[in-house]
């Protein structure tokens, strides 16, 4: 339970608390944010800092996290077509909601803080937590379904939630069998550079 509630703190502050600090730019505040909680989790979780001693593919994880990338992308493609069809809702509408935020400041925090600090707060804290109420396969898979759930809420562009659902349910996954933090980060981290760098070429093509 411990953990459970730190995670939801953690959450909530994660998501809210930035917008709420209006004497600083939102990417200040949110990097600061990011970088407390980065450091605040290293120090908590001993297991961590046990597992960064052994050897591990960062380099490799990185570019299958790519990989996830281009697969939800083709994915969420079809998705968002088939609902365009359906709904008649557009795709700029489904894309529109990000946080405006300087490219110095978002770049990072987007590829590599924010990747940390969702992977620590969501299955670190929030997945591990619910997951050690019960030993049941079941209820393993609903703890990754809920986990899923509210990271996909957390983000604020509607295309993004479903995106943001996907990629959680194969973090979570992972994390459920390897019990290691540290391939959902490498993951989260090549998923979210892609992203983000093809988001400034198609923004300079377009310009």
């Known amino acids: 339970m411990k953990k459970i509630l730190i995670g939801t703190v953690g959450i909530l502050l994660y998501k809210y608390l ?108 929030f997945q591990e937590g619910l997951s050690g109420l019960s030993d049941h396969k079941v209820w393993q898979v609903i703890t990754i379904i809920l986990t899923s759930i509210f990271f996909g809420i957390l983000h604020p562009i509607p295309a993004q939630k479903v995106s943001a659902f996907i990629t959680g349910m194969v973090f979570g996954f992972i994390y459920y069998k390897k019990k290691d933090i540290r391939y959902g980060c490498m993951l989260h981290i090549g998923n979210n550079f892609m992203a983000t760098m093809l988001s400034y070429i198609l923004a300079a093509v377009i310009i």
């Not at 365009?84 to 925090?109: H, R």
């Open 18 to 125: 930035p917008r709420s600090i209006t004497f600083m730019p939102l990417g200040v505040s949110k990097a600061i944010l990011c970088i407390a909680m980065i450091v605040g989790y290293f120090l908590f979780d001993k297991n961590l800092r046990n597992l960064i001693k052994h050897k591990f593919s960062y380099i490799k994880f990185f570019f299958c996290g790519i990989g996830l990338w281009a697969v939800q992308s083709i994915l969420m493609t079809l998705l968002l077509t088939f609902i365009e069809a359906l709904c008649g809702w557009t795709m700029p509408a489904m894309l529109n909601g990000q946080d405006a935020m300087s490219p110095w400041l978002y770049v990072p925090i987007a590829v590599i803080l924010g990747p940390l600090t969702e992977e620590f707060l969501f299955r670190g804290l």
